[in-house]
């Protein structure tokens, strides 16, 4: 398949390329298609002449969407909106990724794709709209929404939590939000055999298991031999900008159905990147 893909340098546009390389061609743009263009979207798109978009551009600063809503309803619905648009004047179709940020996270067990969205925050709801824009204007979409991503490319809470405990002594951590950390790798590689097995719709794609942000600190910190003290604070009293879910674990209902694998467990996920992935990463960069 030939496909576009925006978002290139991300943590998933990243994982994306990675996991393509020598079973399609990925031709992948970051801000050099700025997808809040729309004449620019519609004729890169009429141009390369792909079989299918993927979408992993966004604006993922979640308190910083609560200071520059327009900047994150740009990218988020209006850019979704676009590529929604070049794909139905191409006939292709497009695979959209969005978030678990689009529930209120007032439930008691894990939101199914059948269950009803109902964001709270700016970056939720701006994600959520640009997945009506994707629904509404396409026939034939992949929404993909994941949760709490971490990777080799870009900053992520691995990565700041690996720094943070090599430096100090101890570390205040959330430890009432739970969810389901996600290597984007595994995300990228769950995307194309979703794509390859072409059933349409909206997907739930997350690692398997759950944690809190605290819980998973200390995993992670176990995962790497660190020592530092993990030590619980409130979300209240934390008081960043933007509400965030309590509660946003998502069940893979439409794998299920199909008889899909569910993505591997994040403890297993987690120790590949931290032992693997990311030191085989930083050693490359190094050299370049
Ligand atoms: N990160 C998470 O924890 C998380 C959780 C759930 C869902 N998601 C969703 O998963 C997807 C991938 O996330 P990610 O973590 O890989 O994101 P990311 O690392 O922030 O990558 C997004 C990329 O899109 C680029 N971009 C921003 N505005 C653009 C524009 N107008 N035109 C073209 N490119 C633009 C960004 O460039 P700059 O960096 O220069 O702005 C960045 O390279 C997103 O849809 C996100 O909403 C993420």
């Not at 743009?29 to 263009?37: F, P, R």
């Not at 894990?110 to 629904?135: H, I, L, M, N, Q």
């Not at 595994?186 to 909206?202: F, P, R």
Request: with cysteine; glycine share 10%.
């Amino acid at each position: 398949m030939k496909i576009l893909l925006t978002g290139s340098k991300g943590q998933l546009g990243t994982d994306f390329q990675l996991v393509s390389e020598g079973r399609h061609q990925v031709d992948g743009y970051d801000l050099d298609l700025d997808i809040t263009d729309r004449g620019a979207v519609e004729r890169r798109v009429a141009d390369a002449a792909p079989d299918l978009v993927v979408n992993t551009a966004a604006f993922t600063n979640v308190d910083g969407a609560e200071s520059d809503e327009i900047a994150a309803y740009r990218v988020n619905a209006l850019g979704a909106q676009n590529l929604a648009l070049g794909c139905q004047q191409a006939g292709i179709p497009l695979l959209h990724v969005s978030t678990d940020f689009v529930f209120n996270g007032d439930s008691g067990s894990p939101y199914t794709e059948f269950d009803r969205p109902d964001p709270r925050g700016v970056y939720g709801k701006s994600k959520y709209a640009g997945e009506c824009y994707v629904a509404g204007l396409l026939n034939r979409y992949y929404i993909c929404r994941t949760s709490w991503l971490f990777g080799v490319g870009g900053h992520n809470f691995v990565k700041t939590m690996l720094q943070a405990g090599r430096q100090r002594d101890s570390v205040r951590v959330v430890d009432d939000q739970e969810g389901s950390p996600t290597y984007s790798r595994d995300l990228a590689s769950k995307l194309l055999e979703i794509i390859e097995g072409g059933s349409y719709g909206i997907y739930h794609l997350s690692n398997s298991g759950s944690c809190t942000w605290n819980e998973f600190t200390r995993a992670i910190f176990e995962i790497a031999g660190i020592n530092t003290t993990v030590l619980p604070v409130s979300t209240a009293e934390l008081g960043r900008p933007a509400p965030r879910p309590r509660y946003s674990v998502m069940r893979g209902l439409a794998l299920e159905m199909q008889g899909i694998e569910p993505m591997r467990h994040y403890r297993e996920a987690t120790e590949e990147f931290i032992r693997r992935d990311l030191p085989a990463w930083e050693e490359r960069e190094g050299q370049r």
